[in-house]
T-cell receptor, first 110, second 114 residues
Framework: QKEVEQNSGPLSVPEGAIASLNCTYS??????FFWYRQYSGKSPELIMF????GDKEDGRFTAQLNKASQYVSLLIRDSQPSDSATYLC??????????FGKGTSLLVTP | DVKVTQSSRYLVKRTGEKVFLECVQD?????MFWYRQDPGLGLRLIYF???????EKGDIPEGYSVSREKKERFSLILESASTNQTSMYLC?????????????FGPGTRLTVT
């Protein structure tokens, strides 16, 4: 069974701070990694994807991948109350569908 | 922009009814998926399809079937709805095997079986 693990939270950060969300995965053959944001009652929305070791930045979001440690993270700089949501980590192994973690709930307090 | 649409946002059905959930994508994606999402259990894959008329079981296929007669349309069928199938159902599509294989979701159907 391919596992994707996330801390369920809630992770609470003050407005303007950096939120750090973490994800570990079990399949060393995984090649693609995704972060989705899901507001309550809504469907997941893709916000970042990363394929190579290192960092990938997009606006206030940075995804970090370390394949040796089987670890992927999402940093949100200058966190805003509108960032309050559940963040899902997803991992793709060739020949399989995406494998999702159960998500981390983020609360940004004004 | 990729667009994935689902036939209903909210649906209420009675136990024993046959239920059809429809999903349509407009990006010529080959791969389509059906998930259900329940509190504390996360997203669970029900069925997926790599091509027209092809289907593969996911993690929880029992009580469900699927149909993919056209590339853009993937249907989920509950042959005889039961109360434990009350859930949020999410359809998604992607093109695995390309340089960018992001998976996009439809808005979801919240199904209540009474």
């Amino acid at each position: 069974q391919k596992e994707v693990e996330q801390n369920s939270g809630p992770l609470s950060v003050p407005e303007g701070a950096i939120a750090s969300l973490n994800c570990t995965y079990s399949d060393r053959g995984s090649q693609s990694f995704f972060w989705y944001r899901q507001y309550s009652g809504k469907s997941p929305e893709l916000i970042m994807f990363i394929y190579s070791n290192g960092d990938k930045e997009d606006g206030r979001f940075t995804a970090q991948l370390n394949k040796a440690s089987q670890y992927v993270s999402l940093l949100i700089r200058d966190s805003q109350p509108s960032d309050s949501a559940t963040y899902l980590c997803a991992v793709h192994s060739p020949g399989y569908a995406l494998n999702f973690g159960k998500g981390t709930s983020l609360l940004v307090t004004p | 922009d990729v667009k994935v649409t689902q036939s209903s946002r909210y649906l209420v059905k009675r136990t024993g009814e046959k239920v059809f959930l429809e999903c349509v994508q407009d990006m010529d994606h080959e791969n389509m998926f059906w998930y259900r999402q329940d509190p504390g259990l996360g997203l669970r894959l029900i069925y997926f399809s790599y091509d027209v008329k092809m289907k593969e079981k996911g993690d929880i296929p029992e009580g469900y079937s699927v149909s993919r007669e056209k590339k853009e349309r993937f249907s989920l069928i509950l042959e005889s709805a039961s109360t434990n199938q009350t859930s949020m159902y999410l359809c998604a599509s992607t093109n695995f095997g390309t340089t960018t294989n992001e998976q996009y979701f439809g808005p979801g159907t919240r199904l209540t079986v009474t």
